[in-house]
C-alpha cells in the first residue's frame, strides 16, 4: 500500500503540480479545497485524485477530514500545508476579518493539520511535513501586512516543529 499524502490546496496552482508529482511518485493523495467545486471536480475527473472539501483554517473541519481520510483510506504519512488565501489592502483599510482570514487559513492550517496528524506519523516513525511559505513572509509586499506576517510565521512554526 502506497504512503498517504494530504495536499491542502491541492486541486490549483501549486498545490495541483505538487499533488501530480506525489501521484507520480507512487504516493496515494487526497487534494483538499476549500471552495471551487468545478476546479476541484475538473482535477479530479483530469488526474484521477481524490479531493476532498474542507477549511483548513477551521480546526474541527480538519479533525472531520483528517479522520475520513485515515478512515476511508489510511493514515496520513505525508503532509503538504500549502492553501492559502489573499485578502490585500493596505493597513489603513484592511479589516480584521481580512486579518484574520488570511492568518487562519494560511498560518492556522499548519498548526491544524500538524497538531492532527503529527502524533500518527511519530508512532509509525515515519512522516514527511512540507509547508509552503512565500519570498513575502521575508520581503514583505505592498498592501500585504496579513499575507507577510502569516508566511513568516509558517517559517518560524517549521523551524520550531522540525526541532
Known sequence: MSRVALVTGGTRGI????????KKAGRT????????????EAFHKEHGIEVIKFDAGNFAECEK????????????????????????????????????????????????????????????????????????GQAGQYGQVNYAAAKSGIHGFTKALSQ
Open 15 to 22: 498545490g495541483a503540480a505538487i499533488s501530480t508529482a506525489l
Open 29 to 40: 493523495v487526497v487534494a483538499s479545497y476549500a471552495g471551487n467545486v468545478a476546479a476541484a
Open 65 to 136: 477530514a483528517v479522520q475520513d481520510i485515515a478512515s476511508r483510506i489510511g493514515p496520513i504519512e505525508i503532509l503538504v500545508n500549502n492553501a492559502g488565501i489573499t485578502r490585500d489592502a493596505v493597513i489603513g483599510k484592511q479589516s480584521r476579518e481580512m486579518w484574520d482570514a488570511v492568518i487562519d487559513t494560511n498560518l492556522g492550517s499548519c498548526f491544524n493539520l500538524c497538531k492532527l496528524t503529527f502524533d500518527g506519523m511519530k508512532a509509525k516513525k515515519f512522516g514527511r511535513i512540507v509547508n509552503i511559505g512565500s519570498i513575502n
